[in-house]
């Protein structure tokens, strides 16, 4: 199965919602953290409370990382809108320091893996309709609502640290899209 981005926002919206309503704040913060950073799921899930707050309490302006898979840099601006969803989040479980933002609930000391992730994401993406989910669909979801917002594939391929504009609109579904629109175009009688 290939993972596909969500193309129709009101279901990534749906999904946020469902899992408001039906699963821990901890699944409902890694959804929303996905859709709005566009960092693979490995990262995500060794993001630490000190990777966002600072000593005082406040907000990072940028979350700083090396990736896990391409080794480089990364900064990332914190959007102002997720900020107090976050303060609300880390506030809920007291989270300070050096703990994960993702913890396990049966090892608080330790992030949760990137099949639990899997595993407690995919029943909302079912529930609202969504399929070929996989937990790299957040950072494909935001990846092609950023090019059918800008349609600059150079600002996605930066943004996903690709080379080639070819495999970021592979990446993020437009090439299908694109057919799909061709199919539609064409008709003889």
């Known amino acids: ?20 309503k039906h699963s821990y704040p901890r699944d409902a ?7 709005n950073t566009a960092l693979r799921i490995s990262d995500l899930l060794k993001l630490r409370y000190s990777d966002i707050i600072n000593d005082k309490g406040d907000f990072l302006e940028y979350v700083n990382l090396r ?8 900064r990332i601006a914190l959007n102002g809108k997720i900020k107090p969803k976050l303060k609300e989040y880390c506030s809920g479980y007291e989270l ?4 994960y933002l993702f913890f396990s609930y049966k090892n608080p000391h330790k992030a949760i893996d990137r099949t639990q992730a ?5 029943p909302a ?15 494909k979801t935001f990846a092609y609502h950023l090019y059918q917002k800008n349609k600059s594939i150079a600002e996605v391929m930066e943004v996903l640290n690709h080379k080639s504009p070819l495999v970021t609109m592979r990446y993020i579904g437009i090439n299908q899209d694109q057919i799909d629109k061709a199919y539609q175009d064409i008709y003889f009688d």
């Open 1 to 20: 199965m290939k993972t596909e981005p969500i193309r129709n926002a009101g279901k990534v919206k749906a999904i946020i919602k469902y899992l408001d």
């Open 29 to 35: 913060m890694l959804f929303r953290m996905g859709v």
């Open 67 to 74: 990736e896990q898979k391409t080794k480089k840099d990364k």
């Open 96 to 99: 300070f320091g050096n703990d």
């Open 118 to 122: 899997w595993r407690v994401l995919t």
């Open 125 to 139: 993406a079912k529930y609202c309709g969504i399929e070929n989910f996989g937990c790299h669909s957040m950072r």
